[in-house]
């Protein structure tokens, strides 16, 4: 048996299938956005709430790229330089690992909020 493939229903399926592709990846790629400004927004929220009240803990992870030699070099030499110096690059340190610490929080709960509306 012979299959006869009418042109014009083939093209319509065939442009079909292709927008309803595109459509999808458009709406998938609308997704990811609202989740990564959803992701940006908590993190803003937990960093500043850091600041504001920062706990013991937050020093000691902000110091911990220090003990890894992370910061070694910036560290002697801002030593060398002066206190001041060397106070404001350790704040520095510790405030960028507060930062770090939001972003990674605002993922957990981010996929926490997906898991429920997955699975109620």
């Not at 009418?6 to 956005?33: C, G, H, M, S, V």
């Not at 070099?73 to 001041?84: D, H, R």
């Not at 350790?90 to 429920?116: F, G």
């Amino acid at each position: 048996m012979q299959l006869n493939f009418i042109p014009t229903r083939t093209d319509d399926a065939a442009a079909f299938i292709a927008d309803r592709a595109k459509n999808k990846a458009d709406e998938q790629e609308y997704l990811d956005r609202l989740r990564d400004e959803l992701v940006a927004s908590i993190a803003k929220e937990r960093k500043e709430a850091k600041l504001k009240q920062p706990q013991p803990i937050d020093m000691v992870a902000g110091l911990h790229s220090v003990i890894v030699a992370t910061h070694g070099a910036a560290l002697v030499a801002a030593f060398m330089e002066g206190g001041e110096a060397f106070g404001d690059l350790l704040q520095s340190i510790v405030v960028r690992q507060m930062e770090l610490d939001a972003e990674v929080e605002a993922l957990k709960s981010v996929e926490v909020m997906e898991r429920e509306c997955r699975y109620g």
